[in-house]
């Protein structure tokens, strides 16, 4: 199995020999998901070395000056189309073109579905996957498999996947009838191969019957423009699917991911069923995504007249035409009640999309938001008082990082952590148009909005890959990351809730941080629960001149408890990055 394990003393990379490889961000303020503290960070090698003031540094670091701004963990995308063959078109942002607008928007990570044709195996077209990506991401990339059918060979393939390649997710998908649908004895089987593997289903929840037939009517009736997409798949066929997937999962006692939540309805069933459906540590094992395009428009029939236009907002679920919906699904995200933002990014060009005239069902279903993802969120949610940049840090990288196994290597910023980090001017503005985007797709569905909230640099393992807003990415840069089975955070882990000292308030909310243990100080390495707050723990001592006060220790302590440092830690069952010695 190829899983990249992070140590200290491994070869530097040619692209890092240089002073590249050591950056100090100064004077920024740095936002975690429970944090936001005055404080600078110092990386080496691609991880964060040291957070604190006065930080003594080697010679020839480079120094970027984070004055008034913030210093944000990377966006995390857990949903991305690249190159995706689909609806008889390929998306044209490909893992190149994907991943550098990706970074040209503040997201340092990605993780895309392997979408296998019903009689092709999982790992045959997870190693066609990785071979397209590995040669072109310029971010790091993860990587769920779509389950289509179900067979003896399915089940086994999952095992491999899970225990040898670094997958621990699994999508199946309710609608797409003939082409990707599960029926229920599918869906329940593949959820229950999950359970046993400790593995994380993730459903498309829409009745594919339903659509289908809906479809029929429709186009017998004369309607085969686009608005005929949406009222073939209402609030109520997104809902009724969203419901009986999670029924399915309380059957089989396994968790649940719900993509791409896109109406009002759905959403409060997700927030019902999450209060019903718990793990081991009476936590909620039951998520929701949300999209960028959720939040970020709706379907505006006095705007979309033109059939361009229209068509090229088509995505499944679709954009639903109650203007409302977008704040109302910022507030679930507020509330805890939605858990991630993703873009589903599958981006066909206007001609592409042409192949639908006449019929709506040939449309070839996906938009764009990779990279404008962090912004449009920044603006609907921080900018309009609905989320806090804690928050915000929360829905677009934490809680992605913690669903998917591989926090706190990514999802925050700490000591140890991978050195992807966004410094974020709050106060710059700038106009999206699908002219000056770096997207493959020559259409943006958020075209001239206005987003307050730019990326002015961009860390992708330490390498600097937006410089002053210029992207300098480098093709090949980004690794492939081993999401782990068994997430603390999707499964529950009885020690970890017991000692949860946290006092904050998390309304009905599974995400509410647990006590985090530290290593003795003298330590070099520290262990850490994945589903904690922040760590923030090692100091960096070998570079600390004698004398000097160490500031890190003080100014962002994580526990309540001023004698954790002196407990024993909790072993980490799955550490991020796998089972790394050393790191930790
Ligand atoms: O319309 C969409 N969402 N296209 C991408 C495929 C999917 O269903 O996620
Ligand atoms: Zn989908
Ligand atoms: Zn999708």
């Given at each position: 199995m ?6 200290p003393v491994k ?6 020999q ?10 920024g303020?740095?936002v975690?998901?429970?944090t936001m503290?005055d404080n600078?960070?110092?990386?080496e090698?691609?991880?964060?070395k040291m957070?604190?003031r006065?930080?003594?540094?080697p010679g020839g670091?480079?120094v970027?000056d984070?004055?008034?701004m ?5 966006g995390?995308?857990?949903h ?6 689909f609806m008889?078109a390929?998306s044209?942002d490909d893992?190149y073109?994907?991943t550098k607008?990706a970074?040209?928007?503040g997201t ?7 979408l296998p ?5 999982l ?6 996957w990785?071979?397209?990506?590995t040669?072109?991401v ?5 990587l769920?498999v779509?389950?289509t059918?179900?067979?003896?060979q399915?089940k086994?393939?999952m095992e491999e996947l899970?225990n040898k390649?670094?997958v ?9 009838k003939?082409?990707f ?5 599918e869906?329940?089987?593949t959820f229950?191969?999950?359970k046993?593997l400790?593995a994380l289903?993730m459903?498309?929840?829409e ?9 029929i ?11 005929g997409?949406?009222?073939?798949r ?6 009724e699917?969203l ?11 396994s968790?649940l ?5 896109m109406s009002?309805p759905a959403?409060?069933?997700l927030?019902k069923?999450?209060?019903?459906q718990?793990n081991?540590?009476?936590?909620s094992?039951?998520?929701?995504e ?5 939040v970020g428009?709706y379907w505006?029939k006095?705007?979309l007249?033109c059939w361009n236009?229209a068509a090229a ?10 203007p409302?919906?977008p704040?109302y699904?910022?507030?679930m ?11 589903d ?6 001609e592409q999309k042409?192949i639908?005239k006449?019929d709506?069902?040939?449309i070839?279903?996906g938009?764009n ?5 962090m ?12 989320l806090s ?18 926090f706190?290597?990514k ?7 991978d050195?992807d980090?966004?410094v974020?001017?709050?106060?710059a ?13 020559d259409y943006?569905?958020?075209e001239?909005m ?5 990326p002015e640099?961009?860390?992708?393992g330490g390498?600097v890959?937006?410089d002053?807003g210029?992207?300098k990415v480098v093709?090949?840069h980004?690794?492939f ?5 068994h997430?603390?955070f999707v499964?529950?882990n009885e020690n970890?809730n017991?000692?949860?000292n946290?006092q904050?308030?998390y309304p009905?909310?599974?995400l ?5 243990k530290?290593s003795?100080?003298?330590s ?7 589903c ?14 004698e ?5 890190q ?6 526990s309540?408890d001023?004698n954790?440092v002196?407990k024993?830690?909790i ?7 796998g089972?790394?010695k050393g790191?930790?």
């Amino acid at each position: 199995m190829e899983i990249p394990v992070p140590n200290p003393v491994k070869k530097v990379p040619i692209h890092l020999q240089s002073s590249q490889n050591r950056v100090l961000i100064k004077n920024g303020k740095l936002v975690n998901h429970d944090t936001m503290v005055d404080n600078d960070i110092f990386i080496e090698d691609g991880i964060v070395k040291m957070i604190g003031r006065n930080l003594v540094i080697p010679g020839g670091t480079r120094v970027i000056d984070a004055s008034s701004m913030l210093v944000l963990p990377g966006g995390i995308d857990p949903h991305t189309h690249f190159e995706l063959e689909f609806m008889g078109a390929i998306s044209v942002d490909d893992f190149y073109q994907g991943t550098k607008a990706a970074i040209a928007g503040g997201t340092t990570m990605i993780i895309d579905f392997v979408l296998p044709n019903k009689d092709e195996s999982l790992i045959d077209t997870y190693q066609k996957w990785r071979s397209r990506a590995t040669n072109k991401v310029c971010c790091d990339y993860g990587l769920h498999v779509a389950v289509t059918s179900w067979s003896k060979q399915t089940k086994q393939e999952m095992e491999e996947l899970c225990n040898k390649h670094g997958v621990n997710s699994f999508k199946v998908f309710m609608a797409y009838k003939g082409v990707f649908m599960l029926n229920d004895s599918e869906l329940y089987n593949t959820f229950e191969a999950c359970k046993e593997l400790g593995a994380l289903p993730m459903v498309h929840a829409e009745n594919g019957d339903i659509v289908h037939e809906n479809s029929i009517r429709l186009l017998k009736s004369g309607i085969n423009g686009p608005d005929g997409h949406a009222l073939s798949r209402s609030e109520d066929v997104e809902t009724e699917a969203l419901n009986r997937a999670c029924t399915i999962a309380n059957q089989v006692g396994s968790p649940l991911y719900i993509v791409h939540i896109m109406s009002k309805p759905a959403a409060d069933a997700l927030k019902k069923h999450r209060n019903e459906q718990i793990n081991r540590c009476g936590k909620s094992n039951i998520f929701g995504e949300t999209l960028a395009a959720a939040v970020g428009t709706y379907w505006d029939k006095n705007k979309l007249t033109c059939w361009n236009d229209a068509a090229a907002h088509i995505l499944s679920p679709p954009l639903r035409n109650d203007p409302y919906t977008p704040t109302y699904l910022l507030e679930m995200l507020a509330n805890g009640n939605l858990q991630t933002t993703g873009s589903d990014n599958a981006t066909f060009s206007s001609e592409q999309k042409a192949i639908g005239k006449g019929d709506f069902t040939k449309i070839p279903n996906g938009v764009n938001g990779v990279e404008d993802r962090m912004s449009v969120i920044w603006e609907k949610g921080v900018v309009s008082g609905l989320l806090s940049p804690c928050k915000f840090v929360e829905i677009t990288s934490t809680n992605t990082a913690k669903i998917f196994n591989i926090f706190p290597r990514k999802g925050c910023i700490a000591v140890g952590s991978d050195a992807d980090i966004v410094v974020w001017n709050p106060n710059a503005k700038r106009t999206i148009s699908s002219k000056t985007h770096h997207q493959a797709v020559d259409y943006n569905i958020f075209e001239g909005m206005e987003v307050h909230g730019v990326p002015e640099y961009v860390l992708v393992g330490g390498r600097v890959c937006l410089d002053e807003g210029n992207l300098k990415v480098v093709q090949g840069h980004g690794k492939f990351i081993p999401t782990p089975p068994h997430a603390d955070f999707v499964y529950g882990n009885e020690n970890v809730n017991e000692e949860s000292n946290d006092q904050q308030d998390y309304p009905q909310d599974n995400l509410k941080p647990t006590a985090l243990k530290i290593s003795p100080a003298s330590s070099v390495t520290s262990e850490i629960s994945n589903c904690s707050k922040s760590p923030m723990i090692h100091t960096g001592r070998a570079m600390r001149m004698e004398g000097q006060r160490d500031l890190q220790s003080s100014s962002f302590s994580i526990s309540s408890d001023s004698n954790d440092v002196k407990k024993s830690s909790i072993r980490v069952r799955n550490p991020p990055g796998g089972q790394s010695k050393g790191f930790w």
